[in-house]
Structures are given as structure tokens and as C-alpha cells.
């Protein structure tokens, strides 16, 4: 008879598979910290500022980030939508 062993993933595995896209998330959150604060017009700035205009251009990044996604997206769908017809047309 075989036996199953079963294997424990281990607490990084776990939070990996849990996250997705938690991690490149984060990456890109320290990306766009580090731009932010490298513009010389940043150390003039107040400290409420500093810390809400690093939250704020990520969001936006994010945002543009999203949008950008939705279009390629579409562009997929409708490519592949163009593809079906142009299969249809070729067989009739």
C-alpha cells in the first residue's frame, strides 16, 4: 500500500498563496516612495505632506496602473471576439 504524506506549507508559502498580488503590490508601493522622495522639492515640503503625497501618487499609479489593465483586457477580448468572426467568415 502507498501512503499519502501530506506536506505543510510553510508560513511564507501560506501568505503567498493567500496574497497574490499582495507582495508586487508592496514592491510597487516602496518604487513610487522612493521617487517621491528622491524630487528635490520634497524636503521643502511640511511632514503631513510628505507622508499623505507619498499615499496619494500611489494611489494614482495604482489607478492609472488598473485602467491600463482594463484596456489591454478589452483589447484581448475584442481581438479574440474579431478572430471568432474572421474564422466564421473563412468557413462559410
Do not use: C
Amino acid at each position: 500500500m502507498m501512503e499519502t504524506q501530506e506536506v505543510k506549507l510553510s508560513l511564507e508559502e501560506k501568505v503567498n498563496k493567500k496574497m497574490g498580488l499582495a507582495k508586487y503590490i508592496h514592491e510597487m508601493y516602496y518604487q513610487n516612495a522612493i521617487a517621491f522622495m528622491q524630487d528635490p522639492r520634497y524636503e521643502q515640503l511640511p511632514q503631513y505632506l510628505k507622508t499623505s503625497g507619498i499615499s496619494s501618487t500611489f494611489i494614482a499609479w495604482k489607478e492609472a496602473l488598473d485602467k491600463t489593465r482594463d484596456t489591454r483586457e478589452t483589447a484581448e477580448k475584442m481581438i479574440e471576439v474579431s478572430n471568432k468572426k474572421s474564422t466564421k467568415k473563412k468557413v462559410a
